[in-house]
């Protein structure tokens, strides 16, 4: 069975800082990209960052000098660290695995996951809240 269980979730002040954690079982984590989403409410789900399974990573720009993605394969576990936390990114915050395959996003000759469509799996989210 496949799992993406998420933690590290909350709420905090403006200019603070948080990490989530998702830790994967079920499928082989070191093949697969994986991704971080967020979705506000009346917003559209948005493509956080992304690490392909040879470590290189991708950032949404409203994010970018402020998150970091990073993974551990001996822990099957994915993390983003967040600091200097905005109202706005307060959101739902999902995790997402994608197995080997095509990716259909690209910036120059790299190439990544940025649609939802192209992650296999899913986890139930955790809600981080950001206050002014």
């Known amino acids: 069975e496949v799992q993406l269980v998420e933690s590290g979730g909350g709420s905090v002040q403006a200019g603070g800082s948080l990490r989530l954690s998702c830790t994967a079982s079920?499928?082989?984590?070191?093949?697969?990209?994986m991704g971080w989403y967020r979705q506000a409410p009346g917003n559209e789900c948005e493509l956080v960052s992304t690490?392909?399974?040879?470590?290189?990573?991708y950032y949404a720009d409203s994010v970018k000098g402020r998150f970091t993605i990073s993974q551990d394969n001996a822990k099957n576990t994915v993390y983003l660290q967040m600091n200097s936390l905005k109202p706005e990114d307060t959101a739902v915050y999902s995790c997402?695995?994608?197995?080997?395959?095509?990716?259909?996003?690209?910036?120059?000759?790299?190439?990544?996951?940025?649609?939802?469509?192209?992650?296999?799996?899913w986890g139930q989210g955790t809600q981080v809240t950001v206050s002014s």
């Open positions: 690490v392909r399974n040879d470590g290189s990573t």
């Open positions: 997402a695995a994608a197995l080997p395959g095509p990716r259909g996003c690209s910036s120059g000759s790299w190439c990544y996951r940025c649609y939802a469509a192209e992650y296999n799996y």
């Open positions: 079920g499928f082989t984590f070191d093949d697969s990209d």
